[in-house]
């Protein structure tokens, strides 16, 4: 079968066979057998083409725009410039997989704090969590819709947590802060409430002999890790009950009444080796901790022995770190330069990163890699910007 580009004259050109393939349901789906179409078609022309293709099957059919992939890699330029680039032969039938173009989403109403918004977590689908310079976490239900706020931190607070996204009903959050400390929070989130509610911590955990700069959870939540100023990362239980390593408070009155008296916990194992503030921790697996540091490093630790099993150097101060991508290996990481960097410790012997990503403009200032999608990555920086990466355009 022959296709005529229409579009600029493309029609022209030289042409190739192509079968178009897609994982999308009908009325999706085209014909699978193989056309001959313009090699100088870019992503508009490939769309229109399909476009066309199903509005022959379906007579009521609407018009979408479309994306397209060769060899799991998005295609960003014309056929012809792409084959060439990938030194793939013209000669054979090649396989183009279409899918549906996300849109834009639409900005929601801000959600106003009364300082710098230093932390957000936003792992719960009720939810969100958020840390700022006020020294206030805040638990938003929507955008603009504050349902509690955290209070007790003396000074701003640093990185937050949610430990269970997913609870039922109660669920337990942690907030770090330059006090030099860490809270743990229960927050019943489905209480019907007209005003925010202020809560106070049910555990602190103190040890640490300067900023807190980062806390993440263990995948059970039965145990947190905070990285600090002091260059040394802590690990803490998250239990209410007393254990060896908890102390209780005294209770308090505040006008007249005498409030719940608060756990005190204190770090059960310390893991050292960095030589700088350590500024991002991060918990992927039951048994590994990661982090990043201003000494330029990125360090892999043991939790049961405490023992650092890698080390990745990358010459400039980082600020963030990600583990996720394709088996939820690949290192992402970001500091005093616009480039996001992407490392697969799979691949021993060289500290060199497989991706660099470099659109931004000034330094990173965190990253996240998206939690089901292996080909997504978020990273803001100071230039004011949030971008998303597709590792399948890299």
């Not at 893991?271 to 500024?279: A, E, F, K, N, R």
């Not at 497989?354 to 803001?380: E, G, R, Y």
Request: aromatic share 8%.
């Amino acid at each position: 079968m022959d296709m005529v580009g229409e579009e600029n004259g493309e029609g022209s050109a030289r042409r190739i066979q192509v079968r178009f393939v897609t994982k999308l349901s009908a009325p999706y789906k085209v014909p699978t057998s193989a056309i001959a179409i313009p090699v100088d078609l870019t992503r508009f022309g490939l769309s229109s083409l399909v476009n066309a293709l199903l509005e022959g099957n379906d007579a009521d059919y609407k018009p979408e725009p479309f994306d397209f992939l060769i060899d799991g890699e998005f295609v960003r330029m014309s056929l012809e410039q792409f084959l060439l680039a990938k030194g793939i032969s013209a000669e054979r039938i090649l396989e183009i997989e279409y899918t549906r173009v996300v849109a834009p989403r639409k900005e929601e109403d801000p959600s106003l704090h009364d300082d710098w918004v230093s932390a957000v977590d936003g792992a719960s689908s009720r939810f969100f969590l958020t840390g700022c310079y006020d020294g206030l976490g805040r638990l938003w239900k929507g955008a603009g819709l504050c349902t509690h706020i955290l209070e007790g931190h003396s000074d701003a607070v640093t990185s937050v947590s949610i430990i269970n996204p997913e609870g039922m009903e109660t669920v337990t959050l942690a907030t770090a802060s330059k006090d030099r400390t860490l809270r743990l929070w229960k927050i019943n989130t489905e209480e019907a409430i007209n005003h925010p509610m202020r809560v106070r911590a049910f555990k602190i955990l103190r040890g640490h002999k300067s900023s807190v700069q980062s806390v993440a959870v263990q995948t059970s939540g039965e145990m947190v890790c905070s990285g600090s100023w002091d260059c040394t990362i802590n690990l803490w239980r998250t239990n209410d009950l007393n254990a060896e390593d908890d102390l209780v408070s005294k209770k308090r009155k505040v006008e007249g009444q005498v409030e719940d008296s608060q756990l005190e916990g204190e770090a059960f194992t310390t893991l050292v080796g960095h030589t700088q503030c350590v500024s991002s921790v991060v918990w992927p697996q039951q048994e590994s901790i990661y982090s990043a540091s201003w000494d330029h490093s990125i360090r892999k630790w043991d939790v049961e022995t405490g023992k650092n099993l890698s080390d990745i150097f990358c010459g400039k101060v980082l600020n963030c770190l990600d583990i996720g991508g394709e088996g939820s290996t690949l290192i992402a990481a970001g500091g005093s330069d616009p480039i996001l960097r992407i490392w697969d410790p799979r691949k021993p012997g060289t500290s060199a990163p497989v991706f660099q990503f470099a659109s931004h403009t000034s330094w990173i200032s965190s990253c996240k890699w998206h939690d089901i999608s292996w080909f997504h990555l978020l990273s803001a920086s100071y230039d004011g910007k949030v971008m998303l990466w597709d590792m399948r355009t890299a």
